[in-house]
């Protein structure tokens, strides 16, 4: 299952009452605190009583619930598949959740652990970026993806999309037949047809008063053109001059003068890149894009082949190398040049991926970065192969800008770059390696168990949690052999939770393990550090198991005459499922 389809189950599933309840009451303070925020200044005594009832509220939320996920849509919070939140008529575009969606969050989830600087932080970001104004740069997303927030979780829909760039993505070619599977394909070339249509029927009407008998070459024009292609650096190309080109090109029945015309194209397209004229390079690739498709019931197999050549031809080292140093020397200021070469860039070779890459290393701009991130993600979709390349040679130095690309991409090419990045010396980036492996298939955490001894506590934490949510006879496997093995050499925080997990994922085959922890005597002959919170860890790890079999053994502990043994069994007395109920009554 891929990323999208596990959120949308996860979104729609239905959760016990007790939940909705609690969250609609974390919700109601998580609004109102808010509202306070508009009202008073961040340092003001309403603000900060605001926020401590908010960490109370989800400290209390937290000790009977897992992470509390949200779905954001337009006007309204779901909890699962339950509406628990739904936005004022009065004043929806003052609402934290309208701004939330506005800025393209599908959801958002808060972690145990949440504190008041990470709350005053999200807090201060939403009312930063709560207006649409020209001279505010960034949004709610980019600004939280700066912040790293430690315990706040969210997902964007497609925000490099939703940015400033604004990206046309209705006229891009669609990818090259993968090797993996891809949808959707149908559709695109449908909707690729009826547009073609429309712009031809435009670029006719454009050019009303050229005969047909015109737009055929004569012998006389065809020596003329090539006359012009050897003197073009005198040529000025205009937009009213492709639509004719492109109209003339589509009447060429004959061969040799429609490389005549498609030659002379060339040139321009290269002097358009030169010249900076990126929203004529956009138009003019465009237009031949969607003309002479593949695709394209009117187009010939050899005009389609050639024109496939000559996007190939134009996808030279020596051009890419020209449009990375265009993108470095480019002002942040010439947006609208921006937008126009990104459009342009969606057309060419994957090949061009490796020359983004040091654009996005070495330019200040964020639009400039987000716009490269755009065009790789795309041209990945078509062949992620230059992608793995870069990963290989530059994975370290992209660093979490290699992740943002990969969180766009599925399959299994893509996930082999994700588990390479979990080797990142970066903390922060293995954990979001992690993070997004483990939400694309539960499963890949066994893949991840060796970094169950992860210099990061986080990171341990984090993959013990993931360890946690399922049963797996192969992690129970894995997780008997870590505990069984110098047990007293390892952290006994650490491995208290290595014993908790076993026990939400475990089976009865931990039972043998377990009691042996639990029951043994022989620890009582010596007081090395950590044993007490050992046999602490296995009473917690068979109350957790809650079999038959598992009840019988704390039972023993229970009736020991040895007190440390007893004093583990009161352990459990302590532990509460999500439920809120005691696993020993």
């Keep these: 299952m891929d990323t999208i389809e596990q959120q949308e189950t996860s979104a729609t599933k239905s959760l016990p009452d007790k939940v909705l309840q609690d969250a609609r009451q974390v919700i109601n303070i998580f609004i109102q605190a808010w509202k306070n925020y508009g009202l008073y200044p961040e340092d003001h005594v309403n603000t900060t009583r605001s926020f401590e009832n ?27 598949s339950e509406i628990i939140y739904e936005v004022s008529p009065e004043a929806p575009s003052e609402d934290i959740i309208t701004l939330l969606y506005r800025d393209g969050i599908k959801w958002i989830e808060f972690q145990e652990g949440l504190t008041l600087d990470e709350i005053a932080s999200f807090y201060r970001i939403a009312y930063k970026y709560r207006l649409f104004a020209e001279e505010t740069e960034g949004d709610i997303v980019t600004a939280l993806m700066d912040e790293e927030l430690e315990f706040i979780d969210f997902k964007a829909v497609d925000i490099f999309w939703q940015d400033l760039l604004l990206i046309d993505l209705s006229q891009l070619p669609p990818p090259a037949p993968p090797s993996e599977e891809t949808t959707g394909q149908n559709e695109m070339d449908q909707s690729q047809q009826l547009e073609g249509s429309d712009d031809e029927d435009m670029y006719a009407r454009s050019i009303a008063l050229i ?11 065809y020596v003329t053109l090539q006359q012009m292609v050897q003197e073009e650096e ?3 190309i205009t937009e009213d001059l492709i639509e004719a080109l492109m109209i003339i090109l589509k009447r060429q029945a004959e061969q040799e003068k429609f490389e005549a015309v498609l030659g002379f194209i060339s040139e321009e397209a290269i002097e358009t890149i030169e010249k900076d004229r990126f929203d004529l390079l956009a138009l003019l690739l465009q237009s031949l894009h969607k003309l002479f498709s593949s695709k394209q019931p009117a187009a010939q197999e050899w005009q389609s082949s050639r024109i496939d050549r000559f996007f190939q031809d134009l996808s030279k080292p020596e051009i890419f190398q020209l449009i990375s140093d265009k993108l470095l020397k ?51 979709q078509r062949d992620i192969g230059p992608l793995e390349k870069i990963a290989t040679k530059h994975g370290t130095e992209m660093g979490g800008k290699l992740l943002v690309i990969l ?23 293995r954990r979001k390696a992690i993070k997004e492996l483990v939400g694309r298939d539960p499963k890949f955490a066994q893949k991840l168990f060796s970094l169950i001894d992860d210099p990061s506590k986080e990171i341990r934490t984090s993959l013990l949690a993931a360890f946690a949510k399922h049963k797996s006879s192969a992690l129970e496997n894995m997780l008997l052999n870590y505990l069984s093995e110098n047990l007293t050499r390892k952290d006994p925080v650490h491995t208290f939770a290595c014993f908790e997990c076993l026990g939400r994922c475990g089976s009865n085959k931990a039972l043998p393990f377990l009691s042996r922890i639990l029951l043994s005597r022989g620890w009582n ?33 229970a009736k020991s005459k040895f007190k440390v043994i007893r004093k583990a069994f009161e352990r459990t007395r302590t532990l509460r499922d999500v439920s809120g109920e005691n696993p020993n009554d």
Aim: aromatic share 6%.
């Design 330 to 380: 480019l002002e942040t200021i010439e947006i609208d040049k921006l937008k126009a070469l990104g459009q342009a860039l969606l057309y060419l070779s994957p090949e061009l991926v490796p020359f983004l890459v040091p654009v996005i290393l070495q330019s200040s701009s964020k639009e400039i970065q987000q716009m490269c991130s755009v065009v790789i993600v795309h041209l990945s």
């Design 54 to 80: 908010l960490v109370a509220a989800f400290s209390n939320f937290f000790t009977t619930h897992e992470d509390l996920r949200l779905t954001v849509e337009k006007d309204r919070l779901l909890c699962g």
């Design 211 to 221: 005969s047909n008998d015109q737009l055929e070459l004569s012998n006389l024009d």
């Design 234 to 236: 005198n040529w000025v």
């Design 525 to 557: 002959s010596f007081m090395g550090s950590g044993k007490l919170i050992f046999r602490e860890g296995a009473a917690i790890a068979l109350a957790l198991l809650d079999t038959p079999e598992a009840k019988d053994v704390l039972q023993n502990a």
């Design 407 to 429: 969180n766009r991409l599925e399959g299994d090419r893509a996930n082999r770059i994700l588990f390479k990045m979990c080797d990142h010396p970066s903390e922060n980036v």
